[in-house]
Nanobody, 126 residues
Framework: VQLQASGGGLVQAGASLRLSCTGS????????MGWFRQAPGKEREFVAG????????YYADSVKGRFTISRDNAKNTVYLQMNSLKPEDTAVYFC????????????????????WGQGTQVTVSS
């Protein structure tokens, strides 16, 4: 299983970006997916997640109302739409996959995931 993350870039505060995470070697449609980020000098943190089967979504408080995680099964891709970006959103963003279903507490925990993308840099200037 490989995950390819893309879509990062350098934008000004208030702008939008859409990150993509495309899977190969496995169909993502019933898997649990997460987006995490890591800023320089900080630990990796949960951003958004989608549980397998049912597709319930969850967000970190810091991004709730601004970010949206979604899935396109036909493209075997999970997206993270990021609106109203802030300088504090600057980080390397990673997508992650846990085969099958996952409980909410585990969805937010990076050790729960089995596969990771390579990361894509998001830089938001003020």
């Amino acid at each position: 299983v490989q995950l390819q993350a893309s879509g990062g870039g350098l934008v000004q505060a208030g702008a939008s970006l859409r990150l993509s995470c495309t899977g190969s070697g496995r169909t993502l449609s019933t898997d649990s997916m997460g987006w995490f980020r890591q800023a320089p000098g900080k630990e990796r943190e949960f951003v958004a997640g989608m549980r397998g089967r049912g597709g319930h979504t969850y967000y970190a408080d810091s991004v709730k109302g601004r970010f949206t995680i979604s899935r396109d099964n036909a493209k075997n891709t999970v997206y993270l739409q990021m609106n109203s970006l802030k300088p504090e959103d600057t980080a390397v963003y990673f997508c992650a996959l846990k085969p099958g279903q996952i409980i909410l507490s585990a969805l937010r925990n990076d050790v729960s995931y089995d596969y990771w993308g390579q990361g894509t840099q998001v830089t938001v200037s003020s």
